[in-house]
């Protein structure tokens, strides 16, 4: 996979020494990283959200302009949608899931990352699934699917959601694909899936 730091990439470098995840994600955050284009439309690097000792790792796309505003992950209509959804499968988000994106900078127009753009971002995010060793990789959306693993990207998302799978890459890790809470909110007829989805989740927890 492609995403490594450059040879002369120190900063960066360093960071993905940290072993501490919440110094990982304060040094991160204020590290005014410029690896990738996208940091000349932020407010905020947005690392994550949630807890990095959590049973569960949600990775969506990247920063929409709430995110961007507040430096939190899926905050916005869509983090909203997520949250109540998790809510009725007996989730609290902030309590039982990291949740992260593919890109940490807002793409302007909230457009779906380039590939330079992902793959600049990529070993902050392998990193941070590093640290936190989920039990379960939620993958929100075809974005983190394909970044994460390009070699499914050619599969219908509608074929893989709800169905767990396993990766070489991901040791100890129970992988499932989500539907993205930007995509139920413009087709809530898919909701009643999405929740069949969780219970799925919870499945793999108990
Ligand atoms: N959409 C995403 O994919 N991530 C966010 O943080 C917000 C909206």
Do not use: W
């Not at 109540?84 to 039982?96: H, V």
Request: charged content about 30%; some cysteine; glycine content about 10%.
């Amino acid at each position: 996979m492609s995403g490594q730091l450059g040879l002369f990439d120190t900063g960066g470098r360093e960071l993905l020494d940290l072993t501490d995840y919440r110094e990982f994600r304060r040094r991160l955050a204020a590290s005014d990283c410029t690896r990738c284009d996208l940091c000349r439309g932020r407010t905020h690097i947005v690392v994550d959200r949630g807890n990095p000792e959590a049973r569960i790792m949600a990775v969506g796309e990247g920063p929409g302009a709430e995110e961007d505003a507040r430096g939190l992950a899926f905050v916005g209509r869509g983090g909203r949608l997520f949250d109540r959804l998790m809510e009725g499968g007996g989730f609290d988000t902030n309590r039982d899931l990291l949740i992260a994106n593919v890109v940490k900078c807002r793409p302007p127009e909230n457009r779906v990352p380039q590939a330079r753009e992902a793959e600049a971002c990529l070993p902050f995010l392998l990193h941070q699934i590093r640290l936190v060793k989920p039990e379960v990789l939620v993958l929100l959306g075809a974005t983190a699917l394909r970044f994460l693993f390009p070699y499914r990207k050619r599969d219908a998302l509608r074929d893989l959601v709800g169905k767990p799978f396993t990766d070489p890459g991901f040791p100890g890790t129970r992988i499932v694909v989500f539907y993205h809470p930007a995509f139920l909110l413009r087709d809530p007829r898919k909701l009643p899936e999405a929740a069949e989805h969780i219970r799925v989740l919870a499945g793999l927890l108990a």
